[in-house]
């Protein structure tokens, strides 16, 4: 089975940067779409970013435009989310997502479309 291990949280003041990273155990990576969600108590899970499987497209939800930077190393196996200019409402449980499926049309904001997940990674932004 696939298995997605994020990395990267941690507590952050407000303007702060962190980098997250989704290491990957699937032999085709470059193959698959992969998304980032985050979840908050109290709050369902949120589409944050997508990008596709060669990493010329990407896509994110507008809270996080001009913050936020998906980006992916194929030859890694290893999905990245840069955040930049930190703000207390980004504070959440970030998950990595991927997708077995062509994802077109804004499909990919929906999270029943992705396949497997990972444990998630931990950021708090507070001062």
């Known amino acids: 089975q696939v298995q997605l291990v994020e990395s990267g949280g941690g507590l952050v003041q407000p303007g702060d940067s962190l980098r997250l990273s989704c290491v990957c155990s699937?032999?085709?990576?470059?193959?698959?779409?992969m998304g980032w969600f985050r979840q908050s108590p109290g709050k369902e899970r949120q589409f944050v970013g997508y990008?596709?499987?060669?990493?010329?497209?990407?896509d994110y939800a507008d809270s996080v435009k001009g913050r936020f930077t998906i980006s992916r190393d194929n030859a890694k196996n290893t999905l990245h989310l840069q955040m930049n200019n930190l703000k207390p409402e980004d504070t959440a449980t970030y998950y990595c997502?991927?997708?077995?499926?062509?994802?077109?049309?804004?499909?990919?904001?929906?999270?029943?479309?992705?396949?497997?997940w990972g444990q998630g990674t931990q950021v708090t932004v507070s001062s």
């Open positions: 990008i596709r499987q060669s990493g010329a497209y990407t």
């Open positions: 997502a991927l997708t077995l499926r062509v994802l077109l049309g804004g499909a990919y904001f929906t999270e029943k479309n992705y396949n497997y």
């Open positions: 699937a032999r085709t990576f470059g193959a698959y779409g």
